[in-house]
């Protein structure tokens, strides 16, 4: 009997990175459906800072929870426009987490889609090297909406990102200040293989897109697929 229960054990633990990369999939194939739905809404972002962002990430569902005074944290992927100046094609997406407790009480303790337009290079190198804190290691606005807004504004101008919300429908621009952003390594190691950091992903194309990453990448390229940024 302790040896069936031993087996048993033994192959549940073993089939535990096959539903780890399962799930990392899920993730991306969630951010495409996130993306390509927000960029189809009439007053969704504006074209000219989606042309000027150097990444996207793409956070669907983040949800509140209760630790103390409650807070939030979100699973999600990071593309950037390939190569080291970022004039390429959308690269493969990099796994990222994202922290925090001040926004977690704007959420309403609804699951919200995130969407960051990372809008200098700087930023991108920042975010894919370490873990940044929102408003304190990098300056980040509430995103202006509408096809018709202007897109050189003070708080676009200043903004190392722009952050936008999508919950119930409605979507908004948001503040995420005082959260943290980082790299997920051990998502990323689970769709890459071992030894694959973020920056390897997105900056030196050293891996492919998995195929769950087609309608993420698609509607980028379709959308916007040239760098109009004049930094």
């Given at each position: 009997?302790?040896?069936?229960?031993?087996?048993?054990?033994?192959?549940?633990?073993?089939?535990?990175?096959?539903?780890?990369?399962?799930?990392?999939?899920?993730?991306?194939?969630?951010?495409?459906?996130?993306?390509?739905?927000?960029?189809?809404?009439?007053?969704?972002?504006?074209?000219?800072?989606?042309?000027?962002?150097?990444?996207?990430?793409?956070?669907?569902?983040?949800?509140?929870?209760?630790?103390g005074f409650g807070g939030s944290y979100g699973r999600g992927v990071m593309t950037c426009r390939g190569g080291a100046n970022f004039n390429g094609a959308w690269s493969a997406p990099a796994m990222m987490a994202l922290?925090?407790?001040?926004?977690?009480?704007?959420?309403?303790?609804?699951?919200?889609?995130?969407?960051?337009?990372?809008?200098?290079?700087?930023?991108?190198?920042?975010?894919?090297?370490?873990?940044?804190?929102?408003?304190?290691?990098?300056?980040?606005?509430?995103?202006?909406?509408?096809?018709?807004?202007?897109?050189?504004?003070?708080?676009?101008?200043?903004?190392?990102?722009?952050?936008?919300?999508r919950s119930r429908g409605l979507f908004a621009g948001i503040s995420l200040e005082g959260s943290t952003l980082r790299p997920d390594e051990d998502g990323n190691a689970r769709v890459y293989g071992k030894g694959i950091k973020a920056r390897d992903i997105v900056i030196n194309s050293k891996v492919r897109p998995p195929a769950s990453a087609q309608e993420l990448l698609a509607t980028l390229n379709k959308k916007s697929p040239t760098n109009k940024s004049d930094r």
């Open positions: 009997m302790k040896k069936i229960v031993a087996l048993t054990m033994l192959i549940a633990f073993a089939g535990l990175p096959v539903f780890a990369q399962k799930d990392e999939n899920n993730r991306i194939r969630s951010a495409g459906e996130v993306i390509t739905e927000i960029l189809n809404i009439p007053e969704d972002i504006p074209a000219p800072l989606l042309d000027k962002a150097e990444c996207v990430i793409i956070l669907p569902s983040v949800k509140k929870f209760a630790m922290e925090g407790g001040s926004f977690g009480l704007q959420l309403g303790g609804q699951a919200t889609d995130f969407v960051l337009l990372v809008e200098n290079p700087r930023g991108a190198r920042s975010i894919l090297s370490s873990k940044v804190k929102l408003g304190g290691d990098m300056a980040i606005a509430a995103g202006p909406l509408g096809r018709s807004a202007a897109a050189s504004t003070d708080v676009t101008m200043q903004a190392e990102i722009l952050s936008y919300s």
